[in-house]
């Protein structure tokens, strides 16, 4: 069978330092994993472009980003609905004793959506159309609620917290503080980046679906009679995005239609303008990824996935290898966690907007990092351009921007190819580079490829006479001769260079 896309990616990212499974010199529990070098670079510059995009260069409406705690309260998550419904059907092989999430089980058996169904129509249908465990066969039984939240006992105290299961609670419990603190005004968001926890039954596909995993969330607070929506909604609203309508998921279908946004809230589709707005920046933000259009589409959720005081939710799902997959969350949330958390803790979280006393509506847009990085690199990976694999990473999320080669490992080109190589490392611009001599340049050059560095820098013998250094960029292979008192802007340039403004 030919190598599937996903090893060849899990392999480079093991091989090359982008993550491998927590703990893996020990018998560790599946759902974990750490970022290697290139992973943690990778994660840092795809974090900083989203705070750019999604809260420093916000113009619509002023974002504030915050960073709370990974523990949270028994009492705000049973407040906010999590201790009491935040859990997945599964179910025992009787046999070998392996343990399914029965959703996913009938889904990959059946072909059949049952996302939303209860535990006892899953089981009843596992029971007559005769689906079984996948590994040995056997009957399936013990059908029960899998409850997803990691429990903790701070202090000694029995069941008194849990790991936080999404960042957007925080935000919650932050909005009083934030709305009197920054003099806010609606409509603002809150961001944050963090980790979340979720005890899932089958962690599956390296890091798509993990237990400890990374959200970027905002939470977009505005009243609710705001038809205006955000000032920058013009920006945007010719932007076209694919949408996979409830009626085409009814018919079993799997095309979107395309419309712009201004269009899908005129139409009634999309519940209002701030949840268009984000829709449409995600378009653009996920193609500057290197991610097109003609790749991702927005599931509107059926009605019995959708939480009962949601306005709306649409996954971006993304086109990968193995099918699509949700990578962002966007959902039109109403009052409701606002409300839940006044009523939980006894405080008023309504707030004044212009002479009205009232609790803002919410429009969440939630990112999911690790599910977004191995977008990132499928979409990059190219076979057949090269000799060997080549990854196109977008400039700016690229962990190594330049590698520094002497042309040949003699001393007169390995001290100079150091000093060059000092120099940028020592730059106030902190431009990540790296040095190697070993193996020919071919090799070299393979090697910086397979990781996406952007440029590489050869210093030969020409260099030592005019202290000019050859620049070959990654995707064209193209060389240039350039200064190396130029090479520290060039570098910095070409880094923050973006394809498909
Ligand atoms: N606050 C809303 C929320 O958490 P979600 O759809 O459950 O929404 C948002 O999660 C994003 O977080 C998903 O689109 C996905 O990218 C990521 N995510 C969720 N569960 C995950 C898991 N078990 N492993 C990796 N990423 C996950």
Redesign the pocket.
């Known amino acids: 069978m030919p190598e599937q896309l996903t090893d060849k990616i899990v392999q480079l990212a093991l091989r090359r330092g982008f993550f491998n499974p927590t703990a893996e010199i020990y018998r560790a529990p599946a759902?974990f994993y750490d970022l290697g070098p290139l992973g943690a670079l990778v994660k840092s510059n795809l974090v900083s472009f989203w705070i750019d995009e999604f809260v420093r260069r916000e113009t619509s409406y002023e974002v504030f980003l915050i960073d709370g705690s990974l523990i949270l309260p028994y009492d705000v998550l049973k407040a906010s609905g999590h201790v009491d419904k935040f859990s997945d059907p599964k179910a025992s092989c009787k046999s070998c004793g392996r343990i399914y999430r029965v959703d996913q089980l009938i889904e990959e058996a059946l072909g059949l959506k049952v996302e939303g169904k209860s535990l006892e129509e899953l089981e009843q249908i596992v029971k007559t159309r005769g689906v079984r465990c996948p590994h040995c066969r056997g009957e399936l039984s013990d059908f029960r609620e899998h409850h997803l939240m990691f429990k903790l006992s701070v202090g000694g105290a029995e069941e008194s917290a849990f790991l936080r299961?999404?960042?957007?609670q925080n935000i919650f419990l932050n909005f009083k503080r934030i709305t009197y603190g920054m003099r806010a005004k609606l409509p603002f968001g809150v961001a944050q980046v963090g980790k979340?926890f979720?005890n899932?039954i089958a962690?599956r596909q390296s890091?798509?679906?993990?237990?400890e995993?990374s959200?970027m969330?905002i939470e977009l607070f505005f009243a609710p009679n705001d038809e205006r929506g955000p000032r920058g909604f013009e920006e945007v609203a010719d932007t076209e995005i694919r949408i996979l309508t409830r009626e085409e998921q009814l018919h079993g279908g799997e095309e979107p239609i395309e419309l712009k946004a201004g269009d899908a809230v005129a139409e009634g589709i999309v519940p209002n303008r701030f949840l268009a707005y984000y829709l449409a920046k995600e378009v653009r933000f996920f193609k500057l990824l290197g991610i097109p259009p003609e790749n991702t589409r927005f599931r509107h959720l059926l009605p019995e996935e959708t939480p009962h005081y949601s306005g709306g939710n649409f996954?971006?799902e993304v086109k990968f290898s193995f099918g699509w997959k949700?990578?962002?969350?966007n959902?039109y949330r109403r009052d409701y966690d606002l409300t839940v958390h006044s009523r939980g803790s006894g405080e008023d979280l309504s707030i004044d907007n212009n002479g009205v006393k009232m609790i803002p509506h919410v429009v969440?847009p939630?990112?999911?990092?690790?599910?977004?990085i191995y977008a990132i690199l499928e979409h990059s990976y190219r076979e057949g351009e090269r000799d060997w694999p080549l990854l196109k990473l977008p400039r700016i999320i690229s962990p190594i921007k330049a590698a520094i080669f002497p042309l040949l490992d003699r001393e007169n080109l390995t001290s100079k190819a150091l000093d060059v190589y000092y120099a940028l490392k020592r730059s106030r611009k902190a431009i990540p580079v790296y040095y190697d001599d070993r193996g020919s340049i071919g090799r070299r050059y393979a090697r910086a490829d397979e990781v996406g560095v952007n440029l590489c820098i050869t210093i030969d013998y020409q260099t030592l006479q005019d202290d000019t250094v050859t620049v070959r960029d990654r995707d064209t292979a193209e060389q240039a001769r350039v200064k190396i008192s130029d090479l520290e802007d060039l570098i910095y340039n070409d880094m923050f260079r973006l394809e498909g403004v």
């Open positions: 759902g299961p999404e960042t957007a979340s979720r899932e962690p890091v798509i679906r993990l237990r995993f959200q969330e996954d971006l949700e990578i962002v969350g959902a969440e939630s990112f999911g990092v690790e599910r977004i």
